[in-house]
Structures are given as C-alpha cells and as structure tokens.
C-alpha cells in the first residue's frame, strides 16, 4: 500500500541548480519517487546530460542574470500550469578575506543566493497557488546559522537573509496554504564543499558528534518530508542537516 504521507509521485517540481551536489541529489529523489521533477543549470549541454541522466526535464536557467528568474519561471509556465514544489538550491560561494572581497563579488553571491530566490518565487506564484499543496523549499546553510572558522561574509550574510526570507514568504503564503521552508546543510559533496580533503575529514571527525559527511539519502529524506503531506503542518523553520554540528556548538 503507498505511504500517503510521504507520496510525491506524480507532483510537478522545480529544482534550481539541480545538475550536481545537494540539487542532483534532491531532483534524483524525487524523480525516483514519481515525481516530475525539473532541473536548472546555466549549461544546456550538460544540463541536458544530467536530466537523462536522472530522468528529470531541463530547462537552461541563469540565476544571476537580472532576468534570470523571470525567463525560467516564463519557461516553466510554457511547459506547466501549477507547481506543488519549488526547490530554490542554485548558489554561489566567494571566500575573500576582509582585506580582499569585492562590490562585484558580494553582489554576484547576493544576486544568486538571495534576490533571485525571492523573485523566482514571485514569478511563479500563480503556479504554487494553482497547486493543492504547493511547497517551497530554500536550501540555506549552517554558514547562515552560525560564523564558520573562515572569512566567508557574502555568503554567510546571504544564507542567514535566506533563512529570515524563508521566514517571511512563510508568514504570507501559509495564509493561502503554501508550506515555506529551508534546509540548512552541514557538509555534503558538491562543487562547493569537497568532503574528502583530509583538512574536512579532520573538521568533520572533531566537530559533527555523528562523525560523517551528508549523503545523497540524507538529503533525499529531509527533502522528501518537506515537499509531502508529512509535512503539511510545518512553516517557516529552517532545519539544520548537520549530523548534530550546530547542537553541539
């Protein structure tokens, strides 16, 4: 008998910056679960490569760009006429020192990792309304919880905006039955965050009590409950995905 609780299949979702690390791993868990599942990424060849890949559908999206989340919510609506889940993931990090950052630099991790969630979110809302249960799920960061042991201000400052915007689409949607909320991810593989260097294998075995990196099913799991009627009764929280790092601070 299907799990109604945790049922995604047949669901139509959004994942941006879906072709590798934490949005690979949710679109691939949702496609596998029956839903269908867009993908994001600012390289038609390899984006297209990554949905046969997962079974997903790709659209070329640049979230930088300042018409970014205007031209894949246009895309989007071509193609659909209601989201139930829209996965903000696409993100950039810049690590300069205090001495070195940039006003280019700060406003490309701000532009990426905040404005363009909010407005995504805007251009698609006549889609999320058209959903019986629309979700929306920003993919924040531990970094915007706490500060790290390195320089790392725009993003940091962008992630922790992040989840306060989670807070405050939540307060509004929640009114018209649309579920807001983020993720905050220790570490996991992803084009950002390279578990295997033996300096993060040492931060992980002294700072997280479970002693390991994230994987793809952890990832999948929290995603999974926050896009299903699991979690029909949870808005506006940002949950860390840290195997206990922020707990133990």
């Known amino acids: 008998m299907t799990d109604i609780l945790f049922n995604i299949e047949g669901k139509v979702a959004l994942i941006t910056g879906g072709t590798a690390g934490i949005g690979r791993m949710i ?9 269908r599942a867009y993908i994001t990424g600012r390289d ?34 071509r193609a659909e006429n209601h989201l139930d889940i829209l996965v903000n ?16 630099g700060w406003d490309r991790v701000m532009d990426v990792n905040l404005r363009a969630a909010f407005f995504l979110v805007q251009q698609l809302l006549p889609q999320l309304r058209a959903s019986v249960s629309g979700r929306i799920i920003n993919i924040g960061s531990i970094g915007g919880l706490h500060v790290p042991g390195w320089e790392a201000y725009s993003y940091g400052a962008s992630k922790a905006a992040l989840h306060h915007l989670t807070r405050a689409l939540a307060k509004r949607l929640g009114k018209e039955g649309i579920c807001v909320n983020a993720i905050a991810p220790g570490p996991f593989p992803s084009r950002m965050h390279d578990v295997e260097s033996e300096a993060t294998r040492r931060s992980i075995d002294t700072y997280i009590p479970l002693g390991r990196a994230g994987t793809s099913k952890d990832m999948e799991g929290l995603a999974v409950f926050l896009a299903s009627q699991a979690s029909a009764y949870v808005n506006g929280v940002t949950i860390p995905l840290d195997g206990g790092y922020i707990s133990a601070l």
């Open 27 to 35: 679109a691939e868990g949702f496609a596998r679960r029956g839903a």
């Open 44 to 77: 038609a060849e390899r984006t297209a490569q990554a949905a046969i890949e997962m079974g997903c559908i790709p659209l070329v999206a640049d979230m930088e760009a300042k018409d970014g989340p205007h031209a894949l919510a246009a895309a989007f609506t």
């Open 89 to 104: 993931n696409a993100g950039v990090n810049e690590l300069p020192t205090i001495d070195d950052a940039t006003v280019a």
